[in-house]
């Protein structure tokens, strides 16, 4: 294998692909770059066999074909502290050697044969379909901040994909949950599309999100029940899915609180910041006395004191004391669209429904706190 490259080129590429691969890992090859040179392609892949990411780019030249695996935190490495769009001529002298070279720099890589890399099937056998990459985006960015940390529920570990129906409308639903809060959020699709449910893990949904945050065109989806494609403008991702029953969601979902709050979001965001600096993990309970133009807020620490701030709200009920976890309710506000947030309530026990007036396609459900 020889080729010739533009370094800014690979090292995006690399970049891409650098989330998946494990750090620490007992297989020297998942610690490994598969690089491939054939036709007028480089193809890289990594994979930590959950996950594999492929892309195809384009090299200045191609003297010989082949291929062969490196460590990619050190290719990453090099590469980075190479000059901007410098010429790296690539020349794998022998099985377990590949020799790099640009300017007066010069390395020596050691390598593992590419047929000891572990490859998957890249074809789900399902159909595929568009949506917008954006779109998917934010129903990720709205759904993640609920993904429960709970190793021993693993099915509350990602996020539940799956197809609903809603006033003759189909929708791509995501939700996650910690059993403490819920998050949802949902995109409109086309009617015959086929989407087998899944759980999508945590990993890939981050990768997912690094990937997506840099493409502005319609991605390819489709699935399988243990795996999941994402085809982008930039390269393939293909996941395992969690195998698990994610818990029938819409029994937590509150159905009669009438008691409805609205507060102007960059206010109750704000005031939120502040009255949790006397919390040092910005965990500790938030109270809120809410009554029918203002809401007191205020935390209280054993160890570093009290913070207490009033703010201005519309509220269409008697006085409420109600008390939540301060970082459920920071998470929630950082991906309200509107400039107002409308919190549902019922009772100082009952969960209660957030919903953004610019996205009616999603909803939290928070737990209060016993304080």
Known sequence: MEFSINRDVLLKSLSHANGIIEKKTTLPILSNILIEAKGSKIKITATDLDIIYFEEITPQEIKKEGSTTTSASILYDILRKLQLNAKVDFNLLTTNKLKLISGNSKFNLLCIPSDNFPLSEEDIGQKNFEISSKKLLKLLNKTKISISNDETRHYLNGI????????????????????????????????????????????????????????????????????????????????????????????????????????????????????????????????????????????????????????????????????????????????????????????????????????????????????
Request: with cysteine; charged share 25%; aromatic share 8%.
């Open 160 to 371: 539940y994909l799956h197809k609903t129906k809603l006033e003759n409308k189909s929708f791509l639903c995501g939700v996650a949950t910690d059993s403490h809060r819920l998050s949802s959020s949902s995109l409109e699709i086309d009617a015959d599309i086929y989407f087998e449910p899944i759980i999508l893990p945590k990993k890939t949904i981050f990768q997912l999100i690094s990937l997506l945050e840099q493409d502005n065109n319609l991605i390819k989806i489709s699935n399988n029940k243990s795996k999941i494609r994402f085809e982008m403008h930039t390269g393939v991702l293909i996941s395992k899915v969690i195998d698990g029953r994610f818990p029938d969601y819409n029994k937590v979902i509150p159905k009669g609180n009438d008691k409805i709050l609205e507060i102007k979001l960059n206010e109750f965001k704000n005031s939120i910041d502040r009255v949790t600096s006397v919390s040092s993990d910005r965990k500790e309970g938030l109270k809120m006395f809410i009554s029918k133009d203002s809401v007191q807020l205020s935390v209280s620490s054993p160890n570093s004191g009290e913070g207490i701030e009033n703010i201005n709200a519309k509220f269409n009920s008697s006085d409420l004391n109600i008390s939540f976890n301060s970082r459920y309710l920071a998470d929630i506000t950082s991906h309200i669209e509107n400039e107002s947030i409308i919190i549902h309530l019922k009772d100082p026990g009952s969960p209660v429904l957030i919903r953004d007036f610019s996205d009616k396609n999603s909803f939290h459900v928070v737990m209060p706190m016993k304080i």
